[in-house]
């Protein structure tokens, strides 16, 4: 068997280990240990502490200096191409990659398999998204020339895949984006050696996936220990003469130590990167081809500072560093740089604050380090300085603005010159306590900044002043910010407020009492949004804080353009939404603010507004939005505006709403104020349907889990007032079923049923008194007094006028019935009742005989009101209209009427009911036409 072969079938044996091996993490102990740094690196670092370590030339060390990014450069001719093209260049070189990506496939020339090669190269330097997409859809579009098309003038090395997955390493993606990428190339990498006899991955390929696992915080510890084991594999089999170029290098170590230090507080992970350190320099006394240099120390120093160990983390940091001082003499690789001693003195600002005092005389103790060391990278010392001040403004301590300004001073003696990360810590120190002695002490270093020629202020620096400002007591801290504010904005450059800067200030005015507050805040947002969208100024790309900040006060505030104003900010979110600002979440709650502030003004434009919104998050849950999804708090403000404005309408969202609600196999949610508020929308209708929508909608409820929270009698009562808009045989029989259900469960000792209250009756009894069913009503009365639920007046008034506006035979019949009941039930019978019987007289038809006998019982009610004293003009008013309909000829109407109008006139009640049925008495007599109604 050959070798080639032989190593497909290692591929595809470990490619199985490796999915196996991601289902259990390897076990290895990991310690955290605290031990002599000379005994403890010794013997396991060096046989010797004599033998130079040979050097190496890799461009990953430098890499590592700057970025702390493992990254063994690729040996191809990407180094060659560098992306510094004109606008007209890059135009050209699109197109022409656009050619070569459309070109049929089999088509290609070898000029355009070069410029495909080349441009491959070209993209993958772009250091972007879009870059590593270019590179990868070259690469598999050469791949595809050569298979597909089979065009033997392409060449697919390992060096293309490398490039590849190297852009993607390197390009500004999110991280767990970054990995799928480079798992998918790498993968198609092993399969098409094993398909297509192409060169198999090299130990470039499997840094370039190694690196991949620490651009994301997922834990891939488990994968990556088993890409270590899997190249050890191959490095130790014999037979695999191809596999010798898969063996793990220091690239590959410093890449495994890389992927720990890239965790953050996790000591273990921290512990697993210098062991792995050890393993490296085990493997540099076997194979003069591994070095061991500063770089890896440098990754692991990392590792300590970022493993959130606190004291211990940063003391073992500083260990590492000490070790390297020791070493450095004998070991020329082993050199100390500026980034060793900045990441082992930064560890020490991420202490717990009863080791600040220690972690500042340690950090110190490191720079004095520094200062008598020989460095070779001095010129990058001010990151040391840097790292010193942060840990003493960390500190708190009282004296730390005077440390750092020492410091400064310090720097002088090494030809160094603070920079503005030197300040910022400085500002932050001098600003601590937040009195207005600090607040000046904070503004004088501001103002030394400024006129340090070498130093250029960005907004980061004025945020730390300004922050102090709006934290301070003082009356005048929003007028001291706004002058800060202005100072920035004429400074200019990155000195220009950012997003932090407007997100303080505008927070601040929403806490404050200025009346100009809500004013002031939306004239920043839109500063904010001139910068950011009209000056391309990134640093303000304004978030959902400061949108949601800014509506939250219009909605509070009483100001009539407010309404206005809201609808606009919110639709401003909206288009930065759409135009790519991925600060901007908008959700339903932003949605329910400014509904809920328009719903207050019961306006026509305001309804078209509320309703343009709820269509709006309609559609965006409907398209799959979890973030926007209209609730019942949505609906509520809707409803109760559209109640207003137009209750039809709100009738329909309603029932729209209820309909889904019920027919959703999800629950959802709704309250008792919401689901009270959708009853009452329902009941403003005229249409049967919204009525029987809203019996059905108290039955689901009546099922849920929810009863005994959302279920009240205030919202039973809403059922039967809808029934009561209809008065239609149907409407009578469903709200008599309505009730006669709710009852019967009651006795049956049903008592947790929710019954209505003498509200709900009394609504009842309109569609029954109306179809005729007087004796239903009065039965359902007796039904209310045996249930404790003892009728009022409402109650028989409901009844009376129930009887009136329609054209019946037995109207004064029934309302004679009510009356004498309501008169053995209450000791008092109001004017109000006495009118609305009158009236249902008056609404009498038919035969003389019945009109002759409902006009008597007019006259019977009349005299009884004048008995007790119950009337007014609105009860002369009817009883003459109820004499003009129920009298067959104008004589005896004229003698009807006229004792009747000589009394009101007596009484002084002539109102305008009374003008207005004389108006119609003398038509009749001049034109011989009855009257209307």
């Known amino acids: 068997m050959t070798g080639k072969s032989l190593l497909c079938q290692c591929i595809r044996r470990s490619s199985t280990l490796l999915i196996r091996q991601a289902a259990k993490r390897p076990i290895v102990q990991w310690h955290f240990q605290h031990q002599h740094p000379v005994s403890h690196l010794r013997d396991h670092y060096f046989a010797s502490a004599t033998e130079p370590i040979q050097s190496r030339t890799r461009t990953i060390s430098e890499q590592i200096e700057e970025e702390h990014v493992p990254n063994r450069g690729c040996n191809s001719e990407a180094s060659i191409y560098t992306p510094t093209t004109t606008n007209n260049e890059e135009r050209s070189l699109h197109s022409t990659i656009h ?42 579009r050469l791949f595809e020339e050569r298979y597909t098309g089979e065009n033997l003038n392409v060449l697919i090395d390992s060096d293309m895949y490398n490039i590849c997955m190297d852009a993607w390493n390197k390009s500004n993606a999110d991280g767990q984006q970054i990995v799928n990428r480079v798992e998918s190339i790498f993968h198609r990498m092993e399969q098409r050696y094993i398909d297509h006899q192409e060169t198999p991955p090299d130990n470039i390929s499997y840094n370039c996936l190694i690196n991949a696992y620490s651009k994301s915080d997922e834990d891939s510890a488990v994968k990556v220990e088993a890409i270590l084991e899997k190249m050890n594999s191959f490095a130790f089999d014999s037979n695999v003469e191809a596999a010798s170029s898969i063996s793990p290098d220091e690239s590959t170590y410093n890449s495994m130590m890389n992927y720990y230090a890239s965790r953050t507080n996790d000591h273990l992970s921290a512990q697993r990167a210098e062991d792995l350190l050890l393993e490296l320099s085990g493997l540099s006394q076997h194979d003069s081809s591994i070095q061991i240099d500063s770089t890896s120390f440098n990754i692991v120093l990392k590792a300590w500072s970022n493993s959130g160990g606190g004291i211990d983390g940063a003391k073992r940091a500083e260990e590492l560093l000490r070790m390297m001082l020791k070493l450095r003499n004998n070991h020329a690789n082993i050199q100390p740089t500026t980034l060793s001693f900045s990441t082992a003195i930064n560890a020490y600002s991420k202490v717990a604050p009863d080791d600040s005092a220690t972690a500042v005389k340690r950090a110190l103790a490191l720079l004095d380090e520094l200062e008598g060391s020989f460095i070779a990278d001095s010129k990058n010392i001010n990151a040391c300085y840097n790292a010193a001040a942060n840990v003493i403004a960390k500190s708190g301590a009282p004296n730390s603005s005077e440390l750092i300004i020492d410091l400064m001073n310090r720097m002088k003696n090494v030809d160094a010159v603070p920079d503005g990360i030197m300040y910022t810590s400085c500002l932050e120190a001098c600003v601590r306590s937040g009195d207005n002695d600090a607040i000046d002490r904070g503004k004088r270093m501001l103002e030394k900044m400024i006129n340090e020629p070498r130093c250029i202020p960005t907004s980061a620096n004025f945020n730390i002043l300004l922050n102090a400002i709006l934290k301070s007591k003082s009356e ?6 706004e002058k800060l504010i202005t100072q920035m904005q004429q400074i200019g450059g990155d000195a220009r407020p950012d997003s932090a800067s407007f997100n303080m200030f505008i927070s601040a005015l929403s806490r404050s009492n200025d009346p100009d507050a809500v004013k002031k805040a939306v004239d920043y947002l839109r500063s904010m949004l001139r910068l950011y969208t009209n000056d391309g100024y990134e640093k303000a790309k304004p978030d959902s804080f400061i949108f949601n900040c800014v509506i939250n006060m219009l909605a509070r505030t009483k100001q009539e353009w407010a309404d206005e104003v809201i609808q606009r900010t919110l639709s401003a979110m909206e288009a930065q939404e759409r135009n790519g600002n991925t600060s901007i979440l908008l959700d339903t709650i932003t949605y329910n603010v400014v509904i809920g502030k328009l719903a207050k003004s019961a306006t026509i434009s305001n309804a078209k507004k509320v309703m343009k919104l709820l269509a709006t998050m309609e559609a965006r849950a409907e398209s799959g939005s979890k973030a926007v999804v209209p609730d019942i708090i949505t609906y509520t403000n809707v409803l109760r505006l559209q109640c207003k404005v137009n ?9 729209s709403y209820l309909k889904r609600a019920m027919s959703s196999d999800d629950e959802i949610f709704i309250d008792q104020v919401g689901f009270h508020t959708l009853l009452h929308a329902l009941s403003k209708s005229n249409k049967f349907e919204d009525a029987v929508m809203a019996r059905k909608a108290w039955e689901w409820m009546e099922k849920s889990n929810r009863v005994n929270v959302v279920l009240t009698s205030e919202s039973c009562n809403l059922v039967t007032i809808a029934y009561s808009k209809n008065k239609t045989e149907e409407a009578g029989e469903e709200v008599l079923s309505f009730l006669s259900d709710r009852i019967h469960r009651y006795r049956k000792g049903g008592k947790e049923t929710v019954l209505p209250t003498k509200a709900g009756f009394s609504a009842a009894f309109i569609p029954l008194c109306a179809t005729n069913r007087t004796t239903d009503a009065i039965s359902l009365l007796k039904i209310m007094k045996a249930l404790n639920i003892e009728p009022d007046v409402g109650c028989y008034i409901s009844m009376l006028s129930a009887l009136a506006g329609r054209r019946t035979t037995n109207g004064a019949v029934h309302a004679q019935k009510v009356f004498y009941q309501m008169k053995e039930d209450l000791e008092d019978v109001p004017t109000a009742a006495f009118n609305a019987a009158i009236n249902a007289c008056a609404w009498v038809s038919g035969n003389p005989t019945v009109q002759r ?11 009884q009101a004048r008995k007790e004293n119950s009337y007014d003009s609105v009860t002369f008013g009817l009883m003459i209209k109820a004499c003009m309909h129920l009298s067959n000829d104008d004589n005896e109407r004229m003698k009807l009427i006229q004792p009747v109008f000589e009394l009101c006139s007596k009484k002084g009640l002539v109102g305008s009911m009374v003008e207005r049925e004389m108006r119609h008495l003398a038509s009749r007599i001049i034109t011989g036409k009855p009257p209307p109604g």
Request: net charge positive.
């Open 853 to 863: 006998k409902a006009l008597g019982i007019a006259f019977e009610l009349f005299h």
């Open 647 to 655: 209750p039809q309408r709100a009738a329909s969202v309603a029932s």
């Open 476 to 481: 005048q801290n929003l007028e001291e910010a």
């Open 99 to 140: 050619y070569v990506l459309t070109r049929d496939v089999g088509r290609l020339s070898k000029v355009n398999i070069q410029k495909a090669r080349s441009f491959l190269s070209i993209t993958s330097r772009w250091k972007n998204e879009k870059g590593a997409v270019l590179s990868e859809q070259l690469l598999e």
